[in-house]
């Protein structure tokens, strides 16, 4: 069974501190790609990342980056210079190609 | 370019009715897929279509149903509606499964 877990429902950050949300997924695939989606109170989800399982290189997008262990099944997102703009739920998301599959979401909270 | 669009945007009917979903993809953009949000659930996979072929479904009754036009629109439709399909309903597109998928902005479907 193809399984996406996010351990954390809730995580806190102070504004301009860095925060880590953490992912893990079960899968037999060798081959599929990895994302972390936003969805702030206006319910649309936004992407904020995306790994390929095949590439070693962690992911960067500007304020945030990825860290990618392949053999250990695990894909955590690190925001850095948190932002108010930053608080919403977080999904890390897996796709072997047909469909996603959601975890069940990290809120996070920007303190001023 | 003009994002996904959904509509309508909410939607209330009642136990035993039937209700139709409608999404407008990304121009360009050949995949679209539908899924189901509730707070006990999370994000669950509905079905993808391709080129107005249904290429993959999730685990949900008959009663959920769609199909996709020959210019990408898709629609989604539930049957003898149950209150336990009251959700938010997602719909994303993209140029293929295993790419960025762009999500609407969703349906809030409430089945009293």
């Known amino acids: 069974a193809q399984t996406v877990t996010q351990s954390q429902p809730e995580m806190s950050v102070q504004e301009a501190e860095t925060v880590t949300l953490s992912c893990t997924y079960d899968?037999?695939?060798?081959?599929?790609?990895l994302f972390w989606y936003k969805q702030p109170p206006s319910r649309q989800m936004i992407l904020v990342i995306r790994?390929?399982?095949?590439?070693?290189q962690n992911a960067t997008e500007n304020r945030f980056s990825v860290n990618f262990q392949k053999a250990a099944k695990s894909f955590s997102l690190k925001i850095s210079d948190s932002q108010l703009g930053d608080a919403a739920m977080y999904f890390c998301a897996y796709n072997p190609g047909n469909q996603f599959y959601f975890g069940t979401g990290t809120s996070l909270t920007v303190i001023p | 370019k003009a994002g996904v669009t959904q509509t309508p945007r909410y939607l209330i009917k009642t136990r035993g009715q039937q209700v139709t979903l409608s999404c407008s993809p990304i121009?360009?953009?050949?995949?679209v897929s539908w899924y189901q949000q509730t707070p006990g659930q999370g994000l669950q996979f509905l079905f993808e279509y391709f080129s107005e072929t249904q290429r993959n479904k999730g685990n949900f009754p008959g009663r959920f149903s769609g199909r996709q036009f020959s210019n990408s629109r898709s629609e989604m439709n539930v049957s003898t509606l149950e209150l336990g399909d009251s959700a938010l309903y997602l719909c994303?597109?993209?140029?293929?499964?295993?790419?960025?998928?762009?999500f609407g902005q969703g349906t809030r479907l409430t089945v009293v």
């Open positions: 899968t037999s695939e060798s081959d599929y790609y």
């Open positions: 121009s360009g953009h050949r995949s």
């Open positions: 994303a597109s993209s140029l293929g499964m295993n790419t960025e998928a762009f």
């Open positions: 790994q390929e399982a095949y590439k070693q």
